[in-house]
């Protein structure tokens, strides 16, 4: 099942660090090469096709190699591929959010989550004159040294990664999810921050919801106290509801990042926000921030198919990726009884996750007490099924559009053949 894979990897580990380009895609003994992808399938070198739920950790809200975002980019790409000087298509995308998002007044376009956040927080640094970020444990924003901390409350900050100086970190103070009065004490005891970052519904540690009133309250406390809020929509953005959590929850951020929903696996990503902020970015303003590829036609024409076909459809492809979802919730949780194994599932909309603990999980420290290695046999179990989630415990599993019911009986009888593997009352 995995011979050409094998291969694969051993040639790969010779020319690529680790064979892989980004590490989250290594698992042992080594992950499977892929081939080629549609709809809900990704099909590996071996010829196995697979049911995906980490749909590019996110990205492809309407499915692989979907025809009709393909047709507006294959008709691009007879044009040019790149000019490096404005198009009305940048126009048309900036206009689209902007009605989309009461919040987007303006938008940048850049071309990866990573870009987006660094930039947003350069904004709110330029702004307020404070360098203090505020973040959550276990939230990510991407691999820059702004926000690859770990800390707590008190500024105690070391980096996350070796490579980053201590004094970069030392500008971040990393707090708890769905911990408000801690929030609240760092907040009004300093003068010094400019702005809290955060995922308004975290997904990279596990997936984790905010507690009811939290995301209001966040609002609240950094209004009141001149605290730029920024809400990372990298994995919400498009894909909690049309308008992101911002739309969801009914709250309006400063400056929200946009990337992995937004161009339906092309890589565009955005900083938007209000005009005031934008505003400030160079040539209007004097915060330099630069891509040669940033905007470039064929991410943005596929941006602009992306969001059409969700404004289009936004009636059925909501609700029809929150029922398959709450769908296959309700199967692996009646297997998982069945089986009588522990476990605790989130989910949101087309979202989930499930923890090997009898903790609710509602930060970092409780996603921990998830028991890993029962994760890794399921990791493993679901893949002899054909059936592939992000390898980490630390990440979320993504439905699409082009998820179907045949695909989660598939899955509910994959989860139940794991439970299977597994010690019951563990
Ligand atoms: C993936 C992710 C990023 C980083 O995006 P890249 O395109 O990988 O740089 C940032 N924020 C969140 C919430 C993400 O999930």
Redo the contacts with the bound molecule.
């Keep these: 099942m995995y011979d050409n894979s094998r291969i694969l990897y051993d040639r790969a580990t010779k020319v690529i660090p680790g064979g892989v380009n980004s590490p989250v895609r290594f698992f042992k003994p080594f992950p499977f090469f892929a081939a080629s992808a549609d709809g809900s399938r990704i099909t590996s070198s071996d010829h196995v096709s697979y049911v995906d739920y980490c749909m590019g950790?996110?990205s492809l809200l309407l499915g692989h190699a979907n025809l009709e975002i393909l047709e507006a980019v294959k008709s691009q790409l007879d044009i040019g591929s790149l000019y490096c000087i404005p198009t009305e298509k940048e126009v048309i995308l900036g206009e689209m959010i902007a009605k989309l998002i009461p919040a987007c007044e303006m938008t940048r376009v850049v071309n990866?989550?990573?870009?987006?956040?660094m930039n947003a927080i350069r904004l709110a640094r330029a702004y307020t004159k404070q360098n203090k970020v505020v973040k959550f444990e276990g939230?990510?924003?991407?691999?820059h040294d702004y926000s690859l901390v770990t800390g707590d409350s008190s500024g105690n900050s070391t980096p996350s990664t070796s490579g980053i100086p201590k004094e970069f970190s030392s500008e971040t103070i990393v707090v708890p999810f769905n911990d408000l009065d801690l929030l609240e004490e760092v907040i009004r005891k300093r003068n010094d921050i400019c702005c809290v970052i955060l995922?308004p519904i975290p997904?990279?540690m596990g997936l984790v919801i905010p507690d009811k009133e939290y995301l209001n309250n966040i609002r609240k406390i950094t209004f009141e106290n001149n605290v730029v809020l920024i809400f990372?929509e990298?994995?919400t953005g498009f894909r909690l509801a049309l308008g992101g959590a911002s739309e969801f929850f009914g709250i309006r951020p400063d400056i929200a990042?946009y990337?992995?929903s937004v161009a339906n696996g092309f890589?565009l990503?955005a900083i938007s926000g209000s005009r005031e902020l934008l505003e400030q970015f160079s040539p209007s303003g004097d915060v330099y921030q630069a891509s040669t590829y940033a905007g470039n036609p064929v991410a943005v024409t596929a941006a602009l198919a992306t969001i059409s076909a969700l404004s289009k459809g936004r009636d059925q492809i909501y609700p029809r990726m929150t029922r398959i979802c709450d769908s296959l919730i309700d199967g692996i949780q009646e297997v998982a009884n069945d089986r009588k194994i522990t476990c605790k599932i989130n989910n949101i909309s087309s979202m989930f996750q499930l923890f090997f603990t009898q903790t609710d999980v509602r930060d970092m420290a409780s996603a921990k007490t998830s028991n890993l290695d029962m994760f890794n046999v399921l990791f493993r179990a679901l893949l002899e099924k054909r059936v592939f989630i992000p390898p980490s415990q630390f990440e979320t599993c993504f439905l699409s559009y082009a998820h179907a019911d045949e695909d989660i009986d598939k899955t509910v009888e994959a989860y139940d053949f794991a439970f299977s593997l597994m010690k019951p009352g563990e």
Excluded: I, L, P, W
């Excluded at 990866?112 to 956040?117: H, K, P, Q």
């Design positions: 950790y996110g990866s989550g990573m870009e987006a956040t939230c990510y924003h991407g691999a995922e997904a990279n990372d990298v994995v990042t990337s992995k890589s990503a």
